[in-house]
Structure formats: structure tokens, C-alpha cells
């Protein structure tokens, strides 16, 4: 599979200090995060891709093409960036307009795709409003809009949820998660919450002061522990008592058992405790490594 | 009961599929754009102000010039398309420093210019496409300006075809005079605008550039500040009264220069092949011809380098 995004042996330098330093990675097809602390290097990857940076040393290729030296590459990128982007006196009808043009679509078809991607994000009934009057949350579904309203290829999302109370946020990732996987848009997403990655991506990027720290699938990062996880919806302490009954290593946590498996036999025994408790069961199943705990092993 | 007559479908997102054209599109999107911010078109009423304020003031000293050509006698000394412009100049330098500085500073504040940035274009057309833009309207007024008047002194004139006859050659000599006054107005300003995200800032150094400039000059060629009228004229009065005398000789004609209000209209005045009678272009016009021009050419070519070069850290 051929990356959309290549970085070879990239460095960026700052006068004395080092933002990134001889990085190589690849971001292919669907969602990828880039996870890492402020200061990480996420922000100055994302802009070297977009060819606003231009590289110390090594190259930020989008597609085989440097986006530093081609201007046409750009017409396959979208970009949504952290800080403050909108005109506050134009509507979003008529920015989302004038993006797509600039992105080079004729202006009738400029005019209904802005309408399309403002459909998209949830803001068809407010997008002949000035932008200056919306809220934080509607600011961050037009600034989403724009960076789609040209069909790029993939979008680079910096901070995406930046600002937001809890419930913007999650409606923010649902909006990319929907971009990405129903309408098969690839996506770059950095951030430096977890939470915001966990759920969201299919691969990951760490990267830790200019450096990559791990990079592979999020299922394969958060990959499957030795302690079960029994939910009940009756007769939790009956079950637990059994199963200590029987010398395994059984504890709760909230309304959950948590098993320390020693052998596949106390599938059997765990089986049977429950059946025997006559306990009506919602959930057994393994945990998995949070990405959380994957971050703080590989930050130590 | 009538029969439903259509459904609505909601098909979600679409890929577009359609037509992408050139970098020109690029170009005249931001063109257009640069025009509609610059006019306060598709923005609140408050916007609009200024530049219909422009359009009046272009106009008026057109209208007012007809009406005192068409009532004037065959005696008196009658207004040019040259006198147009010199009223005009500074009319135009007082609202570009206010209008043209919105073109740049706004795109910086509000962080619109990163997404320029990323879009395929260069920043030499984000560049070119606002300073046209803003110079596309200059030039619009202006010309329209020159155009009454030019009606107007031909239906005024006593053979209107005589006129026309003897005076086609006023028609490229305003639209090159045009171009002269527009170019520099529009990059000027622009330039200063560069180096800030504050609209007031810009505006605030050019209007004291363009009108510090002009007492300043004034200044140092009388040096008392208070006596403009030539050397040669009443030297027993202006002892009597304590008065120093003024700058003459080389260095003045120099020092005139240093009025950048005045630079555009020294080179229109060449092209109308006109005197101008203030004392500043007195100046300017004992000294060889091409050195207003090259001084012209300095500060116009120098604004767009400053501009260009301003805005080309900012991919680095």
C-alpha cells in the first residue's frame, strides 16, 4: 500500500532547538492520530506536510511529492488548523464558497459543495449567518467544512477538539470518525489527548520530543491483558465468593470482578461460578492495555 | 386530496467529481474576494461607508469642474484632467490608507491567510491578486472621474466634435496618469500593512506619512515653516519681519521630493505635459526629468519588494 504521507530522515530545527529530528513515518488510508505532549513536534509535522514549514533536513512528501516545492499537490490536502481561522464578517456559506474556489472548483459547483459540506457538519440551517456570532463548537464544524469542501484526499486535523466542553468533543470526534470511515476521507489527527485518539483512529503515531516513539494499529497498541473482566447485572458478591472459594485471584472494581487468570481451566471455573450462582452475566471478556498506560510505558 | 408530488432523499456526503480549473481560478476567487472586502460588499452596512465616501468624493471635484467649465467664460484659465488628478491624489491617498490596509491586516488577525497558504497557489498570487484588487477599484473610480469630465468638456465645448478632434489624446494620457496614481496608492499602503494585523496601526503611519511629509517638506524649504512664497519675491519685507530666509538652490529641489503626496502627480503632470503651479513641483521641475520618474519607480517597486519580501518569511 502506498503512503499518502512519507516522512524520510525529517528534521526541523528552530535557531537551537530541535522540533524534529530525523523522523521517519507513514501515514496511509483512514485515520491515523498523532499522539504526543505540547511541545511533542505534532504541530511542526503537520505544517512541514502541508509545506508551510520547510524542512532543516530529509523530506515531508504528500503523495511522492515534496509540498514544500509543488503547489498542485496542495489541491489534494485539507487542513484544519488549531487556532482561530474564520472571517468573523462573512457567512459560512459564503466563506465555504470562496474556499472551494480558491481551491480551483468553478463557482457553481463551488456554491453547492460549500451546501453539501455545511449539510455534512450539521450547519445547513445557521450557514447564511455571519461567522463571528457562532459558538466555539459551530466555529470548530466550519473549520472541519473548509478543510473538506475541496474533496482533498486526506485533511490534516491539528487539535481538533481544542476548546471544547466534553460534549462538543465527542460530538467533534463522532463528526471525524463519520468523515473518515462513512465517507472515506483519510485523516490525519493530532491531539494530545489519549481519549481522543483511542476512539477515534485506527493507527497511531507517538511522538515524544521530535522523535517517534511507537507507531502501529491502536488494536495491536492496546493489545489484550491477562485479567478478565466478569459484568453481572445480579448476584455479583455470590459469584465473587465462589470463585475465591476456589483460590483464584478474584477482586472488584466498581460493578466490575476482575480475574488474574493463571490457566485457561479457570475459563471453565469462572463458567460454572456463575452458572451455579444462577447470575445473570452481561460481559466477560479480557481487558485490553489502555493507550494511556501504552503512553506513560513509553514516555518511562 | 392532492397526490404528493416529489420525495426528498438525504444521500449524505458526496464526492465531488465535478470540474477543477487553473491557478487562475485561484487567483481571480481571491481577486474577487479582495474587491467585495475592500467595498464592504456582503458585509454589514458600517462596512460600506468608506467606500461609497471614496466614490462621492471621486466624483465630486469631476462634476463641480463641468459645471465650471460649462459656465465659464472664453477668458478665464479653465480646470484639466490634470487638475483632476491633483485633487484627487490626495482624496485617494487619505482612503486607501484607510481601505487597502483591510485587505492584508484582516487575513493575518483572523488567521484566514493560513488557509490561503495551504490552498495550491503561491504567495506571489495571494499577493498580486490583493494589491489588484484594490488597484482595480482606485483605477475604476478614478477613470470614471476623468470620463464625466471628459463628457463634460466636450458637450461644453462651442464645436463638441472640434473638441474631440483636438483633444482624443487626453483619454491615454488620463488612463496612463491613472495607472501612475493608482499603482502607487494601492501598493503603498499595502506595504505598511505588512508588517502588522492591525488595521488602525496601518492606516495611522501611512496617513502620517503621506501628510507629515508634505508640511515637513514645507518646513525645511522656508525653514521658518511659516512663509512658503519664493525667494526671489519681497526679501526687504521677509527681514523686516525677522523671518530666516528659505532653502534654495540644489538641495531644495531635492528636499521636494521628500513630499510623497505629491510623487505620483509630478509624473502625471509629465504626462499631461503640464506645469503644475505649487511650489513643491516648482521645485521638482528644475530638476531633470527623469529623476521624479525614477523616484516614482523607487518608492512603487519598493513597496512591492517590501511586500513581497514581507510575506515570503512567512512559508519558511
Same mark, same amino acid.
Do not use: I, R
Given at each position: 500500500m502506498t503512503p499518502l504521507l512519507e516522512a524520510k530522515q525529517l528534521t526541523k530545527r528552530y535557531g537551537s532547538t530541535i $522540533? !524534529?529530528?530525523?523522523v521517519d513515518l507513514k501515514v496511509y488510508e483512514g485515520i491515523t492520530g498523532l499522539l504526543g505532549a505540547n511541545g511533542a513536534g505534532k504541530s511542526t509535522a503537520i505544517k512541514l506536510f502541508l509545506g508551510l514549514l520547510k524542512p532543516t533536513s530529509g523530506t515531508a512528501e504528500v503523495m511522492g511529492q515534496e509540498s514544500f516545492e509543488s503547489v498542485e499537490v496542495r489541491a489534494c490536502l485539507g487542513y484544519m488548523p488549531e487556532h482561530d481561522c474564520l472571517p468573523s464578517s462573512l457567512s459560512a456559506a459564503e466563506f465555504l464558497t470562496h474556499m472551494a474556489e480558491v481551491s480551483r472548483l468553478p463557482t457553481i459547483h463551488a456554491r453547492t459543495r460549500a451546501a453539501d459540506v455545511l449539510r455534512h457538519v450539521g450547519l445547513a440551517e445557521e450557514r447564511y449567518r455571519a461567522l463571528g456570532g457562532y459558538s466555539t463548537g459551530m466555529k470548530q464544524r466550519v473549520k472541519l467544512a473548509q478543510a473538506l469542501v475541496h474533496d482533498p484526499t486526506i485533511v490534516l486535523l491539528d487539535e %481538533? @477538539? $481544542?476548546? !471544547?466542553d466534553p460534549r462538543g468533543r465527542e460530538e467533534m470526534l463522532d463528526l471525524i470518525w463519520r468523515t473518515g470511515k462513512e465517507c472515506g476521507i483519510s485523516l490525519l489527527l493530532s491531539s494530545h489527548l489519549m481519549g481522543d485518539i483511542e476512539h477515534t483512529c485506527d493507527r497511531i503515531i507517538v511522538l515524544e520530543g521530535g522523535h517517534v516513539m511507537e507507531e502501529g494499529a491502536v488494536s495491536g497498541l492496546t493489545s489484550e491483558t491477562q485479567t478478565i473482566l466478569i459484568e453481572l447485572e445480579t448476584k455479583r458478591n455470590e459469584v465473587l465468593g465462589i470463585l475465591k472459594g476456589q483460590g483464584i485471584k478474584a477482586t472488584v472494581e466498581g460493578s466490575l470482578i476482575v480475574v488474574e487468570l493463571e490457566g485457561e481451566e479457570q475459563y471453565d471455573a469462572m463458567r460454572d461460578a456463575i452458572v451455579g450462582a444462577e447470575a445473570r452475566l452481561r460481559r466477560l471478556t479480557p481487558r485490553r492495555h489502555t493507550l494511556s498506560e501504552v503512553f506513560q510505558d513509553t514516555a518511562s | 386530496m392532492r397526490e404528493p408530488s416529489g420525495e426528498v432523499f438525504d444521500l449524505g456526503y458526496q464526492h465531488y467529481n465535478g470540474p477543477r480549473e487553473g491557478r487562475a481560478r485561484a487567483r481571480k476567487a481571491l481577486w474577487m474576494n479582495g474587491v467585495r472586502t475592500a467595498l464592504g460588499l456582503g458585509r454589514g452596512s458600517r462596512a460600506k461607508i468608506l467606500p461609497v465616501m471614496l466614490f462621492i468624493f471621486a466624483m465630486a471635484p469631476a462634476v463641480i469642474m463641468t459645471l465650471i467649465v460649462s459656465v465659464a467664460g472664453s477668458g478665464e484659465t479653465l480646470p484639466t484632467h490634470a487638475d483632476y488628478y491633483r485633487v484627487i491624489s490626495i482624496v485617494l491617498l487619505l482612503f486607501s490608507a484607510i481601505i487597502a490596509p483591510e485587505l492584508l491586516c484582516s487575513d493575518k488577525r483572523e488567521g484566514v491567510l493560513f488557509l490561503y497558504l495551504v490552498r495550491p497557489l503561491t504567495i506571489t498570487d495571494y499577493l498580486a491578486a490583493r494589491v489588484l484588487a484594490f488597484f482595480s477599484i482606485t483605477f475604476a473610480f478614478i477613470c470614471t472621474g476623468q470620463v464625466i469630465l471628459f463628457i463634460g468638456f466636450t458637450l461644453a465645448a462651442s464645436e463638441p466634435l472640434n473638441y474631440l478632434r483636438d483633444s482624443w489624446l487626453d483619454i491615454p494620457r488620463f488612463l496612463a496618469a491613472g495607472v501612475v496614481i493608482a499603482l502607487f496608492t494601492s501598493l503603498l499602503p499595502l506595504a505598511v500593512s505588512s508588517f502588522t494585523t492591525r488595521r488602525a496601526y496601518a492606516t495611522a503611519f501611512v496617513i502620517g506619512v503621506f501628510f507629515i511629509s508634505a508640511p515637513l517638506v514645507t518646513g525645511i524649504l522656508t525653514e521658518s515653516g511659516t512663509n512658503t512664497a519664493p525667494p526671489d519675491e519681497l526679501p526687504e519685507q521677509r527681514e523686516s519681519l525677522g523671518e530666516s530666509e528659505p532653502l534654495v538652490g540644489d538641495a531644495a529641489k531635492w528636499y521636494a521630493l521628500l513630499d510623497i503626496r505629491q510623487v505620483p502627480t509630478h509624473v502625471s503632470d509629465l504626462i499631461f505635459d503640464e506645469e503644475n503651479e505649487s511650489q513643491v513641483a516648482k521645485l521638482v521641475n528644475?530638476? %531633470? @526629468?527623469?529623476i521624479p520618474i525614477l523616484w516614482y519607480l523607487l518608492l512603487t517597486a519598493g513597496s512591492g519588494f517590501v511586500l513581497w519580501w514581507r510575506y515570503r518569511e512567512m512559508r519558511a
Open positions: $522540533a !524534529l529530528e530525523s %481538533p @477538539t $481544542a476548546g !471544547l | 528644475e530638476l %531633470p @526629468t527623469v
